[in-house]
């Protein structure tokens, strides 16, 4: 994923640039650019405020990832706030 991507699943970040943001405003509604990292997060962190995860629908505003697939469709995130 680059700069103008629209996450096409959710996914797990690999490894990625530094300084990589993702606008996350169509899950959260929050307007600030978050940032991103191929750091492995800590098990009780929620998957929303997790930094090694893009999710399905979100664009990325800053830098490179490279990541693999972990839910498409009714399974993304924002499948499951669909289907709720």
Not at 33 to 48: I, L, M, V, Y
Not at 57 to 67: E, I, M, N, S
């Amino acid at each position: 994923l680059e700069a103008g991507d629209r996450v096409p699943a959710d996914v797990r970040v690999l490894t990625c640039t530094d300084g990589m943001e993702v606008d996350n405003s169509a899950l959260t509604g929050e307007s600030m650019p978050e940032p991103r990292h191929g750091r492995t997060e800590k098990p009780t962190t929620a998957p929303t405020e997790a930094r090694n995860l893009a999710f399905y629908g979100t664009t990325v505003l800053r830098g490179k990832a490279t990541c693999v697939v972990h839910a498409t469709g009714d399974n993304t995130f924002l499948g499951k706030i669909a289907q709720s």
